[in-house]
């Protein structure tokens, strides 16, 4: 319904449109822009207990069709503290990998990295502490989704599978996390892909029916919370539950890449600038720590806890 | 503050009270149609006291007992002088003469009273006789395009009429017909603006320096009003042009008593294409465009003293498209016809009653109501049944005001009064109706909004010697909206130091409140753009504004002003990173941040007023700012009409009685846009979520980019001929006369080998307009 008023609209404007084509007219024009070379992309995550990997790109000119182009012949440095922590070496395809992170919760840590033909690029972050899960429950209930208000067919209740999570959150600081729903297969128990859900809770700004949703603390900093997100109930699957805290970079990069990513292309939307903390150069360099928990969903829509409920 | 108010009126009741003084009042009109002259200056040149005549003729003015030299003079009008002995309170009816001299030689002055006398700064009254003078865009008069050409002022888009004043959104512009708030002034997208010329006797922009008077936005206050209609003989005029044919008929219903003037304007693009739509779908498909606006008003004298006004105005804007078909379905023959549609429209009306209460005490008393809805759906009639679907949003205002104007002396030109607006509005509903496509009868939306907005003000043009003037006014106002209430205290402040007769140095400070906001996108100018009130979670926009400047006269024909401005605005709105109006989901306060503005800038207008060759020449420099928590990672960004240089040229020469030429030339620089300069790969996985290989586009910070420069030449050349029953008018001309390919917007696309290339759209190339007027 709601794509049918949207194609009322486009096709009035269509008639103005049409009117005005018969009139306009376009030319190429210059990009009027200081054109530098082209700069280091760095992304990473810091995870405690696993190799550090970070990939390496050059950027590109927006009118260059190329595709992107791997750095090969890097130099990446890790440091922890103020302190050289480790010397990341290439494994292929512009990916650098280092020794086992065991980095201490709020610790700064700083990548380096210069290749030849590049400017050195440069970023500073920490690791959070890890999310404090204390309980997860699911029940069947009826829900209907107040998030958009022109689908007339999205206000009728349906019986969905709502899962509340409740989380402490450390007091005194600003936390930051992101969630998300993965369906895992029941033979391989392998992650079989990410589940969209609906919320209504007040600290998930991104009420779109979406598989993953960064929010903060601001809401309830130092207090329990319990967030309840509502999905389409899976037939006879395992689902897991994903909680990760991040860094306010990665939240900052989080937020703004779902959003551009919802909307690039959308002509009416506002540009949308994804967050960047790579001095010198693009991507993101940060910290997460996640923390997950799967569970059995049962045909018969009551959800068994698996395998440690 | 309460204290400065009681001081403020002890000061005017001692000024008030003094003895051996007589009181002259009356109206001012024109002596062949009767309408009432607005600002027509009276004198006396013993005293060297003088006063102006109110927006509806009223005048008054005090002077010391015994002899009397008054002199009334208007631009245009033949000066009307008369020496008396004032003995007691004395009214007249002062009738001026058009003057046939100044006809011929086209003197025109823009403003009434002499911009080096005048208190009020940042002040641009805009004569309806120049707005004729000037080419135009496709033959059709626009008020807003001329007041576009103004310093200060600028457009948003190409041929848009749109007003963007001195840093400020188009929905900061407080536009007032006949006193009737409108809320969308535009016709065609923007293309043109709703009000008709023929049916204008006033227009006015105030900038800044806005008396206690004004209310309710953050930027200007544009006051429009509509002729009362010639009381003596009925008249009429009307034009033809490529696009729209329009016509104004006025006269009395009884003699020098009750008048009315009806104007009425078209477009017919829509007709002059649908039968050749029709004979090329074979009748199955046609769609088209059209608005009309009609301006309706009655005069009546009840006496000396009670005077009573009936104005309103309707207009429509409408593109459909209509679609018939017949198709099988399990060999049965079914056949659909569906129209859909998109429009809008304003009405405005506003009754009003103007009660001389004394010689020095004038009071109007207005009841108002204004309406804006916007409209998109689809009707579908089909064998297989009926589904209707629309989306509606819109305003809807009834108000009330009481404005009285005290004249207790020369010295003085107090007003003060109330008024209150209960608005409804209606955010947007989609109903749905059929049982076709399994839609049941169903209505959904936001719910209606019902909200009461009221001021009260009291101002003061105060003489302090003879060099001193002062306006100093004070205006409260208060917003109840869902159980919540705002109020703000806005003091006003206007000063002028009269160097000498041909220079005056002026200030101004004001703060200014608003409670109602527009929700528009900022890559499109549709009026799907909604109008919403501030809530618990969006505050009122509030702006300080100081302005210094000074007027001079250079000659007896040049008039410069030089102005200086600066800023600020809180919590002003702005789309969040990604919002559309297409991705309906969420409430629009989800969709909307609030944050900061500033703009501060130069403007200098050089007027010639008489001779052969009238015009101006306006320069601004200026720069806008916003800066939002949640846009551009909190950093200052320049807003996205934020005009560095702005210069307007507008000059007609009169070559004789018969022709006229006009030219206008404006340069711009460009829009500040959004423009991704350079691309990254995201390159991120997460074992939980990301397992992306997105390209990212870089922005250098939002509205970093800027479209290449405005500039535009047109042309225009009128020849007038007087017939037997009628004066007629052909106009030629050419928008855009070295068609200079403008920017509309820039995309990216390819080039015929494929790769990826800048675009420029431009809308309007070299276009000429003819138009054919009359007048009887």
């Known amino acids: 319904m709601k794509y049918r008023v949207v194609n009322i609209t486009i096709r009035s404007c269509a008639i103005l449109a049409l009117m005005l084509t018969i009139i306009a007219c376009e030319k190429i024009i210059e990009l009027d822009v200081k054109d530098d070379t082209r700069k280091i992309t760095l992304n990473g995550i810091v995870t405690p207990g696993k190799n550090l990997t970070v990939s390496l790109t050059r950027s590109l000119h927006i009118l260059d069709n190329s595709e992107f182009k791997d750095i090969t012949n890097g130099t990446v440095l890790l440091y922890i503290g103020n302190t050289l922590y480790d010397t990341l070496h290439h494994i292929g395809f512009g990916e650098y990998s280092g020794s086992k992170l065991i980095p201490v919760s709020n610790e700064q840590f700083q990548i380096k990295a210069t290749a030849q033909g590049f400017k050195e690029i440069e970023a500073t972050d920490y690791l959070p502490a890890a999310p404090q899960i204390m309980s997860i429950d699911t029940a069947t209930e009826m829900y209907a989704w107040r998030g958009d208000g022109m689908d007339l067919n999205s206000r009728e209740p349906e019986e969905m599978l709502r899962i509340s999570i409740k989380i402490n959150d450390p007091a005194n600081t600003g936390d930051y996390y992101f969630l998300s729903i993965n369906s895992i297969s029941a033979g391989t128990m392998f992650n079989n892909g990410q589940i969209n859900f609906f919320t209504d809770d007040p600290s998930i700004d991104d009420k779109s029916y979406e598989p993953g949703k960064p929010f903060s603390d601001d809401l309830f900093n130092g207090k329990q919370h319990e967030l309840k997100i509502y999905i389409y109930k899976p037939w006879q699957s395992y689902i897991s539950v994903n909680l990760m805290t991040i860094s306010k970079s990665y939240y900052m990069y989080f937020k703004s890449f779902i959003r551009y990513t919802q909307n690039h292309g959308d002509p009416f939307a506002e540009p949308v600038m994804v967050y960047s903390n790579i001095n010198g150069g693009f991507g993101i360099f940060a910290g997460s720590i996640s923390l997950s928990d799967t569970m059995f969903v049962a045909g018969s829509y009551t959800p068994k806890p698996f395998p440690n409920k | ?776």
């Open chain 2, 1 to 776: 503050m309460t204290k400065y108010v009681a001081i403020f009126f002890l000061c005017i009741v001692s000024f008030s009270s003094i003895a051996q003084k007589r009181t002259i009042s009356g109206s001012i009109e024109d002596a062949k149609s009767g309408e009432k002259l607005i600002n027509a200056n009276i004198y006396d040149a013993n005293t060297l006291k003088g006063s102006t005549s109110n927006n509806y003729g009223f005048f008054s003015i005090t002077l010391p007992a015994g002899k009397v030299k008054l002199t009334i003079s208007y631009v245009g009008y033949q000066s009307f002088q008369k020496e008396i002995v004032l003995q007691n309170d004395t009214n007249f009816k002062i009738k001026l003469e058009p003057s046939i001299e100044l006809k011929e030689v086209t003197v025109e002055d823009t403003r009434t009273e002499k911009a080096v006398e005048s208190t009020q700064m940042s002040k641009i009254d805009i004569p309806i006789k120049h707005v004729k003078e000037l080419p135009v865009f496709l033959g059709e008069i626009d008020i807003l395009k001329t007041i576009q050409l103004m310093p200060g002022v600028r457009s948003g888009s190409e041929g848009t009429s749109g007003l963007y004043v001195r840093g400020g959104g188009p929905d900061q512009n407080l536009i007032l017909l006949d006193g009737v708030p409108v809320y969308n002034a535009d016709h065609l997208f923007g293309f043109f603006s709703v009000f008709n010329a023929d049916a204008i006797q006033t227009v006015s922009l105030i900038k800044g320096g806005f008396p206690a008077r004004y209310g309710g936005r953050l930027s200007s206050v544009l006051d429009i009003y509509m002729k009362e209609g010639n009381n003596k003989e009925v008249h009429g005029e009307g034009s033809i042009s490529w696009i729209a044919s329009k016509i104004t008929v006025e006269g009395p219903i009884k003699k020098e008593k009750t008048s009315f003037i009806v104007s009425g304007r078209r477009t017919y693009l829509d007709l002059l294409t649908i039968p050749f739509q029709k004979m090329a779908t074979g009748g199955k498909n046609w769609g088209g465009y059209y608005f009309y606006d009609v301006n309706a008003k009655i005069n009546h004298i009840i006496n000396n003293k009670h005077r009573i006004f009936l104005s309103t105005y309707t207009g429509l804007d409408k593109a459909y498209f209509k679609m018939r078909e017949e198709y099988y379905n399990d060999g049965e023959k079914v056949s659909n016809n569906s129209e859909s549609a998109l429009q809008w429209g304003n009405i405005t009306t506003a009754l009003r009653w103007n009660y001389i209460i004394g010689s020095k005490l004038f009071a109007n008393t207005t009841v108002t109501y204004s309406r804006f809805n916007f409209s998109v759906g689809i009707e579908n009639e089909s064998d297989d049944g009926n589904v209707s679907i629309k989306y509606t949003s819109g305003i809807y205002d009834f108000g009330a005001n009481i404005d009285f104007d005290y004249l207790p002396n020369p010295d003085h030109a107090i007003k003060y009064g109330v008024s209150t607006i209960y608005h409804t509005f209606n955010p947007g509903v989609l109903a749905a109706k059929g049982s076709s496509d399994g839609i049941k009868d169903t209505t959904v939306g936001n719910s209606r909004i019902y909200t009461n907005e009221f001021y009260g003000y009291i101002e003061d043009d105060i003489r302090l010697g003879g060099r001193w003037k002062a306006n100093l006014g004070i205006h409260y106002s208060g917003f109840y909206v869902k159980n919540k209430f705002y109020n703000s205290l806005q003091p006003r402040v206007s000063a002028r130091y009269l160097v000498n007769e041909k220079l005056s140095l002026k200030g101004a400070v004001s703060k200014m409140t608003q409670y109602i906001l527009l929700l528009t996108n900022s890559k499109v100018g549709l009026p799907t753009d909604l109008w919403l009130p501030v809530t618990d979670r969006i505050k009122p926009m509030q702006s300080y504004q100081a302005a210094v400047g000074s007027a001079i006269t250079l000659t007896s024909q040049l008039d410069l002003s030089v102005e200086g401005f600066y800023k600020t605005m809180d919590n002003i709105i702005e789309y969040s990173e990604g919002a559309s109006f297409f991705s309906l989901s969420n409430d629009w306060q989800d969709k909307v941040v609030s944050g900061k503005g500033w703009s501060y800038g130069a403007e200098v207008l050089l007027e010639k007023k008489k001779g052969k060759l009238t015009g101006w020449i306006g320069y601004t420099l200026s720069w806008s700012e916003r800066q939002f928590k949640d846009l551009n990672f909190g950093n200052k960004f320049p807003y996205k009409y934020d005009r560095r240089h702005d210069i307007s040229i507008a000059a007609t020469y009169t070559f004789n009685e018969r022709i006229d030429a006009g030219l206008t030339w404006v340069f711009g620089t460009g829009n500040a846009v959004s423009l991704p300069i350079e691309k990254y790969s995201s390159g991120i996985s997460n074992n939980n979520f990301f397992n992306y290989n997105e390209t990212i586009e870089y922005y250098e910070g939002r509205n970093g980019y800027r479209t290449p420069a405005y500039h535009r030449l047109d042309l225009g050349v009128n020849i007038h001929k007087k017939k037997k029953y009628w004066d007629r008018t052909w106009s030629f001309g050419v928008y855009n006369a070295y068609s200079r390919q403008n920017p509309f917007y820039l995309y990216f696309g390819t080039d015929s080998a494929g790769h990826t290339v800048l675009k420029q759209v431009s809308l309007f190339p070299i276009i000429p307009f003819i138009r054919y007027s009359f007048k009887f």
